[in-house]
């Protein structure tokens, strides 16, 4: 599922239709406060990979402070984050992909180049959703934490967020045998 994040109607119209045209679902927020309201709803109906689309600049929560947000919370490997701005330069794009987004893109941009990386961040998505849910995950709700202003944290204290399987999660956590096994805590 592709998650379209875009101040302007028609920017978001034509992404969710180039996107559905290459068979990639989508759903479409005007703001960052709608992203984050819907995030979990959105995550529930698709658990085949998903990415979030960030338009760079808009008004309240620009793109960079939602991405910031998600990496925070460590939501970044299963939800990866490609940028999309009119506004962008050689600098703001090194540094994003620096921290961790998945891509980049300059309005006009390449339909072609921008769903292949997409498609790329959801086969992404999908490896790390099945790389946690491998080793028994502990749910969270992603939403509750995020009204609460605050997210959740394990035994350790140490917060600890992934979003894969249509419910946001902890780190895997693994028995006393597991953790001996691998050398974990």
Known sequence: MLLIVDDEESIRDSLAWLAQ?????????????????????????DLDGSCALLDVRMPGMSGVALFDLLATRQLTQVLPVIFLTGHGDV????DALKRGAFGFFEKPFNDNKLMDRVQEAIASS????????SARLRLSSFAENMAGGGCAA?????????????APVFRPVMDQGEAEKHGSE
């Open 126 to 133: 999908k490896m790390a959703c099945g790389a946690a849910t």
């Open 21 to 45: 045209s290459c068979g990639i679902s989508a759903t479409t927020y005007s703001s960052s406060a709608d992203f984050l309201d819907g995030l979990q709803s959105a995550l529930d109906r």
């Open 91 to 94: 600098p703001m794009a090194a």
């Open 154 to 166: 394990d035994e350790s204290g140490a917060a600890h967020f992934c979003a894969c399987r249509g």
